[in-house]
């Protein structure tokens, strides 16, 4: 079946570090993929997504690119800021009649 | 707000009473998701429903928990008799069907509803 693995968290940064979050995935076919955040105390929503392979999902300064060949789907930004401080998660979607899959999530907490 | 619409947003419920959680879809939408969050973990997922149709509840615990999502009104998660460890985020996402019935991926979340059980 479907799977998404996200790195364990929580992770810690200063204010204007590098951030990467890594997601790697099982599936079948040729899934879309997506990121996920939740800030505290709501629900997610979509930070971006990709749809086929080489592709760059990008958004908010954030950016992830479809990896096939390493099925991977890893999350990045240059520098982040205190408000970014939330859980992202990392899900795909195989298409046709499954559920759409998430990983556990990656908390993410950016200090001054 | 034509967003997902969730109700209650607090729910206190006493061991071995009902809780009923209600989740409207965007509009237009006819594919729902159920997702039960406990405090600092993971999403996990309950149940995926189309209109009148249970499409996967593999998620969803055997006993004590049902959901239905009707031909008109709002998708309804059910858990009877609860018990401390059903309190927790329950969360409700939709996203469009496509041609053939199928989901687009893209979900689009409610805000939540945290039940908590004393």
């Known amino acids: 079946g479907n799977s998404v693995t996200q790195m364990e968290g929580p992770v810690t940064l200063s204010e204007e570090a590098f951030l990467t979050i890594n997601c790697t995935y099982t599936?079948?076919?040729?899934?879309?993929l997506f990121w996920y955040v939740q800030y505290p105390g709501e629900g997610l929503q979509l930070l971006l997504k990709?749809?086929?392979?080489?592709d760059k999902g990008s958004n908010k300064g954030f950016e992830a690119t479809y990896r096939k060949e390493t099925t991977s789907f890893h999350l990045e930004k240059g520098s982040v800021q205190v408000s970014d401080s939330a859980v992202y998660f990392c899900?795909?979607?195989?298409?046709?009649?499954?559920?759409?899959?998430f990983g556990t999530g990656t908390k993410l907490q950016v200090i001054p | 707000n034509a967003g997902v619409m969730q109700n209650p947003r607090h729910l206190v419920r006493r061991r071995g009473q009902e809780a009923r959680l209600r989740c409207s879809p965007m509009?237009?939408?006819?594919?729902v998701y159920w997702y039960r969050q406990l405090p600092e973990e993971g999403l996990k997922f309950m149940v995926y429903l189309q209109k009148e149709n249970i499409i996967d509840e593999s998620g969803m615990p055997k006993e004590r928990f049902s959901a239905e999502f009707p031909k008109e009104g709002p998708s309804i998660l059910r858990i009877q008799q609860v018990v401390r460890g059903d309190s927790a985020a329950y969360f409700c996402?939709?996203?469009?069907?496509?041609?053939?019935?199928?989901?687009?991926?893209?979900?689009?979340f409610g805000e939540g509803s945290r039940l908590t059980v004393l």
């Open positions: 990709a749809t086929k392979a080489d």
């Open positions: 509009k237009g939408h006819s594919h």
């Open positions: 899900a795909l979607d195989s298409g046709g009649y499954q559920k759409v899959t």
């Open positions: 996402a939709s996203s469009e069907g496509i041609a053939g019935g199928r989901n687009t991926g893209e979900l689009f």
């Open positions: 599936a079948t076919g040729y899934p879309s």
